[in-house]
Structure formats: C-alpha cells, structure tokens
C-alpha cells in the first residue's frame, strides 16, 4: 500500500548503507542504494560519482519511488508484500523481483505486475506470499558467483525483510475486554479485644466480670442465710 512507502523505504536505506563503489559489485558506485545510472536518470543526466555522493533526501525518494516502488506497483500490493517486493526489486532488479512475485502466485511471469498479479496477491494469505517469495529471493541469490562475498550480508537482509514484512502484513489487535471493575470493599471487622482480655457478650459487659458478680451476689446471700440462722440459734439456748 502507498502509506507503507515511507516506511519501507526506511527500512531500505537501512540495508542499502552509506557510499560503496566496490569493483565487485555489479551495480558499480552507489549511494543510498542509488546507482550513479539511476542518479543520472532521474536526478542529474551528467552527473559524476561526486555529485552522487552528495545526493539529498529528497531525491533519494525520488529515484526509489520511481525506479523501484512504481514500477512493482508497490501502492497496490497487499500489506507486507509491497515492501517484501520492494527491497527485492531494489536488491535485484524490478523486472526480476515481480517475476519472482508472479511465479510464487502461480501466475504468467511477464515481469509487469498487472491486474491479474495484483488479484492473486489479494486473494492469498500475505504471510504465506511472504515466506515464500523470500525463500525463493534466497535461493536466487545463492547461486550467483558473488555469494562468497556478499552472501553473508544477503542472507541476513533477507531474513530481516521477512520478518519485517510479516510484521507488516499483521492487521493490528486492539483489546475489546472491557475492564476490570474494582473489587468491593469487605464490611469492616469487629474490633478484637487486645492482650488476653476477654471478649465481651452481646450487653457489651466483659463475661469474666459478669461471672464475677454473680458469684459476689451468691456468697452475699449465703452470709445473709447464715446470719439469720446464727440468731435464731442464740435464742434457742
């Protein structure tokens, strides 16, 4: 999708690197990725491996825009697949990287994506065009004659646009379970008498002075009884 180009091309740029005009490279001086033939195309039509050196932001976008992202019809691949094409088309060659497309969707490997190509990539699973177009980059590329020197590298570039691909290609999960209400207060708890003080009964009187009592009441009768006894006694004799 066109929204995924700022992004994709961000991750671009983070394979592509600085400068590099290494002799064994086949895509000879690059900058950002940009080749001083493409720099020449769509930027400046004399322009030398200096003026490339000091190439802008802005046109960097350009030329990857143009040269790579319209020409595999990036805005119109599903999610993940735009950029999982992307870079491959950067990497490899536009025309190469949509033929390698077509031949993972099964379908006629003219290397322009058109409108059939687009419908098998919408009617299939993205992960699962995914996955396989990068396991079919990864073959490509180890059996080319520069996999000695740069097949490290292209190895773990392409593991990274995978998985960077299939993060993509996730739809976003946005949590529906609604909250938790907070847990209701527990009633407050009788207050526990301190030390070994003995709890009180229902008239709020400790038990162990109302036991006290009753017994002080009981011996205050029994003297009262005795009392009257001892009298009557006295007067018998």
Not at 101 to 126: E, F, K, N, Y
Not at 201 to 226: E, H, N, Q, R, Y
């Amino acid at each position: 999708m066109d929204r995924n180009f700022a992004r994709a091309l961000a991750l671009v740029l983070k394979s592509e690197g600085g400068w590099s005009d290494n002799p064994a490279d086949p895509g000879g001086a690059t900058m950002k990725g940009v080749t001083l033939a493409n720099f020449r195309r769509y930027v400046k039509a004399d322009g030398s491996k200096a003026d490339l050196r000091k190439i802008g932001d802005d046109q960097v976008a350009t030329v990857y825009r143009r040269f790579y992202w319209d020409a595999v019809a990036g805005a119109e691949l599903p999610d993940g697949v735009d950029y999982a094409v992307f870079d491959f088309a950067v990497n490899s060659g536009p025309g190469r990287a949509a033929k390698y497309l077509q031949a993972t969707l099964g379908v006629s490997q003219d290397g322009r994506i058109g409108p059939a190509t687009l419908a098998a990539a919408r009617a299939r699973p993205a992960g699962v065009v995914i996955d396989q177009l990068c396991d079919r980059r990864l073959a490509f590329l180890q059996r080319l004659p520069t996999w000695a020197t740069f097949g490290r590298g292209w190895s773990d570039r392409v593991k990274s646009v995978r998985s960077q691909a299939l993060l993509m290609s996730a739809p976003a999960v946005v949590s529906a379970l609604p909250a938790k209400p907070p847990p209701e207060a527990a009633p407050p708890k009788a207050a526990m008498p301190e030390g070994n003080a003995p709890a009180p009964d229902s008239s709020g009187m400790p038990m162990a002075a109302k036991t006290g009592g009753i017994i002080a009441a009981c011996l205050i009768v029994v003297l009262a009884a005795w009392r009257h006894i001892a009298i009557a006694l006295e007067g018998t004799f």
